[in-house]
């Protein structure tokens, strides 16, 4: 059966770091679109970071453009989303989405909470 499970998430001070992580069973990453989304309470889920199949194209929401990075280790059936200089605005259930020709498997999420 093909999932994948996020981990990684908690509660950070703002200013703070966190990576998620995000392992794909069942089946092999390395020919998917991985993609983080977030969604805030009262929101739309919006995309945060997306990595082509082949890693070589990325694309970032504005609002964390420069502070977030994502990354895969396809040995590992893993995608990555470090997250540095968080803000409160941040404060969101992340979860990671793998895409290909129309075959799409989301994972149960994990919450991140920026808070003083």
């Known amino acids: 059966q093909a999932q994948l499970v996020e981990s990684g998430g908690g509660l950070v001070q703002p200013g703070g770091s966190l990576r998620l992580s995000c392992v794909a069973s069942?089946?092999?990453?390395?020919?998917?679109?991985m993609t983080w989304y977030r969604q805030a309470p009262g929101k739309e889920r919006e995309m945060v970071a997306k990595?082509?199949?082949?890693?070589?194209?990325?694309t970032y929401a504005a609002s964390v453009t420069g502070r977030f990075a994502i990354s895969r280790d396809n040995a590992k059936y893993t995608v990555y989303l470090q997250m540095n200089s968080l803000k409160p605005e941040d404060t969101a259930v992340y979860y990671c989405n793998a895409e290909s020709y129309g075959v799409a498997y989301w994972g149960q999420g994990t919450q991140v909470t920026v808070s003083s």
């Open positions: 990595m082509s199949s082949s890693g070589r194209v990325t």
């Open positions: 069942g089946f092999t990453i390395s020919g998917y679109v």
